[in-house]
């Protein structure tokens, strides 16, 4: 079995990464614009308590692939990733690996939004609910570059990820995923995963990506979300000029 990977960053390199537009979206402003003011200070305390008080969680682990068939994916050791669009996606870049990757924000964000709620501050705890939301999904991005950084210098390079529930890939695979990341391991952090599955704490998110060999449209990261914010050179799979952090 293949050791579960630490990629968790520090809690100020992760507010810092939170881009205003990305927030914006999340806090479903108009134009996804923060205007200064009254919203833009309470982002930018939700920021700072988060840079001061968060603990992101990162982890990774690869599952080599056996057998890839109409309906799933059948992991060496024993393990089956199902789903129809999992396995198309893998088949059509010639995947031979593939990574499970964990991505939290941490509880302390859920301790804390629902503390500003019982004080009677729901604009407090929903603008840190929301940058939450915002850390999961960055922190996400990140390690997927991380993790396509070390691949390159294997001649290898990531697919797009997929997470159970999102892009024709069924929520039911999310057991079999954190099956494969939580393999052997005492436990992911302070991240669960409960029957239903849904994950707590709440701003935490499950991936998977493919590891393929193979240049191509099917066998390279998405440019916007990844190429352009990494910086590597030379990289033999880029896909499209490093514009700085995504
Ligand atoms: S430039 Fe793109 S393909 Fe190359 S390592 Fe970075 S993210 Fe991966």
Redesign the pocket.
């Known amino acids: 079995m293949n050791p579960l990977c630490d990629l968790s960053p520090t809690a100020a390199a992760m507010a810092a990464r939170v881009s205003d537009a990305e927030y914006a979206r999340l806090l479903l402003l108009p134009r996804a614009r923060l205007a200064d003011g009254p919203l833009r200070e309470r982002a930018e305390a939700a920021r700072a308590w988060y840079a001061a008080s968060g603990r992101p969680v990162a982890l990774a682990r690869v599952g080599e692939i056996a057998r890839v068939s109409d309906d799933g994916v059948d992991l060496h050791g024993g393990g089956v990733l199902p789903g129809a669009e999992l396995a198309g996606r893998l088949r059509g870049a010639s995947a031979t690996r593939v990574t499970a990757v964990l991505a939290s924000a941490g509880p302390e964000v859920d301790a804390a939004s629902a503390e500003a709620w019982a004080d009677d501050r729901p604009d407090d705890g929903f603008f840190l609910e929301r940058f939450g939301v915002a850390v999961a999904e960055e922190l996400l991005r990140a390690s997927?570059?991380a993790l396509?950084?070390q691949?390159?210098a294997r001649g290898e390079?990531?697919l797009p990820h997929l997470s159970p529930g999102c892009g024709g890939w069924e929520l039911e695979a999310q057991g079999p995923l954190w099956g494969l990341l939580s393999a052997g391991a005492a436990s992911l952090g302070p991240v669960t995963l409960h029957a239903s599955g849904q994950l707590a704490p709440k701003a935490s998110l499950l991936a998977v990506v493919g590891v393929a060999t193979r240049t191509g449209s099917a066998a390279?990261?998405s440019?916007r979300d990844?190429?352009r914010?990494?910086d590597?050179q030379p990289?033999?799979?880029?896909?499209?000029p490093?514009r700085g952090a995504a």
């Open positions: 997927v570059v396509c950084r691949a390159e390079t990531l390279s990261v440019p990844a190429c914010g990494c590597l990289c033999a799979f880029r896909r499209a490093y």
